[in-house]
């Protein structure tokens, strides 16, 4: 669009008047995510009590392009604004470039008046900018299963490894059972799991507030083995996506292969619905949680995270290829569980 051409773009800030006008852009956008919705807003808000800064462009009078941010007071290192926060994607939703442009150059006009390090948009798009002040990261893919009414078509798609492994996970008395009564199941198993790997976990509230804000849209799964809990998932479903945001498996029982029954359950249980697709979630590139997920027929898409460089010179290195937090993260699997779960909100809430 040429300069003369281009059309004028005015910004308000998210109130309670503007939050349908909202959810009925992002809901309606390719790029969107559950993420994006102010039911994801009020969880972080009321649970971790970041700030929202929730960009909305208007060209006509008419929602052209949102841009959630939160304002993160991280103890020792500073300010930052980030989107997309406890979620693989929550960027820039717009209807063309010119509003990208504009609602990034409102952040970071924002940044500068908050005095912020960084802005961290994760963005499902590559907006390609051509700009010093920022910079992208691009090791993150998000992994997404075509689904089909009929369930056999994705048995067909899905490689033989995990066809085995399904039937293995059945012929091994795996149970899959789902409902949101289940919390405890999977909070404990969670807990659990994420201490082995050294990260820290959200407390149990926050997956609560998940399960009321989205009701009837977020589900627990769990496999059991007799009436051991041995498999968990949370799923959130938005549009015409069914995401996996959590899930755990105990590696006493991998043996088994209950992830694998697990995710067969729930591509099952959206079967003649309006869900199309299943996001898997973020995966560094050829990780093990990459290849897990490519058994089920799923394809790599890319991330694109964009930085702001407003206070630093490089992007922070907050990621899990960070040597520093790999080192943090064997000291925290050694930790007792008790004190894991206690800590771990508390920590967790600025690894957004």
């Not at 700030?51 to 500073?78: E, Q, R, T």
């Not at 996970?169 to 795996?174: G, P, Q």
């Not at 590696?251 to 029954?261: E, I, Q, R, W």
Request: net charge positive; hydrophobic share 40%.
């Amino acid at each position: 669009m040429s300069e003369e051409k281009r059309e004028k773009v005015y910004f308000h800030f998210l109130n309670d008047e503007l939050q349908d006008d909202w959810n009925k852009y992002v809901i309606n956008s390719s790029s969107a995510s559950f993420i994006h919705h102010t039911a994801w807003k009020e969880i972080v808000e009321n649970i971790y009590g970041h700030k929202p800064y929730y960009l909305m462009a208007f060209v006509d009078k008419k929602v052209a392009g949102v841009l959630p941010l939160f304002l993160i007071s991280i103890p020792l290192l500073g300010k930052v604004l980030a989107s997309g926060v406890f979620g693989s994607y929550g960027g820039i939703c717009a209807d063309n470039i010119d509003v990208v442009q504009s609602l990034m150059k409102e952040g970071e006009n924002l940044a500068n008046s908050l005095e912020v390090k960084y802005i961290e948009i994760k963005n499902f798009n590559n907006f390609n900018l051509q700009n010093e002040k920022w910079g992208k990261y691009l090791n993150y893919y998000t992994l997404i299963i075509k689904l089909n009414k009929d369930p056999e078509v994705v048995w067909n798609n899905i490689t033989k490894k995990a066809r085995q492994n399904i039937r293995k996970a059945l012929n091994s008395n795996v149970t899959v059972i789902s409902g949101n009564e289940y919390i405890d199941d999977f909070y404990n198993l969670m807990a659990y799991n994420m201490k082995l790997l050294g990260t820290p976990v959200h407390s149990k509230k926050f997956y609560e507030a998940i399960l009321k804000k989205f009701k009837g849209d977020a589900e627990l799964f769990i496999a059991k083995l007799s009436e051991k809990t041995i498999s968990v998932a949370l799923t959130i479903k938005f549009g015409n996506y069914i995401f996996g945001y959590a899930n755990a498996a105990h590696p006493d029982y991998l043996v088994y292969k209950p992830n694998f029954l697990i995710y067969w359950e729930i591509i099952k249980s959206v079967a003649n619905s309006n869900i199309e697709f299943f996001d898997l979630g973020r995966s560094l590139h050829n990780s093990g949680t990459f290849i897990f997920k490519q058994n089920f027929g799923a394809y790599p898409v890319p991330l694109y995270y964009d930085y702001y460089l407003n206070k630093i010179e490089a992007i922070p290195a907050i990621n899990q290829e960070n040597k520093k937090l790999k080192l943090a993260t064997n000291i925290w699997s050694h930790l007792p569980l008790s004190v894991t779960k206690m800590v771990g909100p508390h920590l967790i809430k600025y690894i957004a």
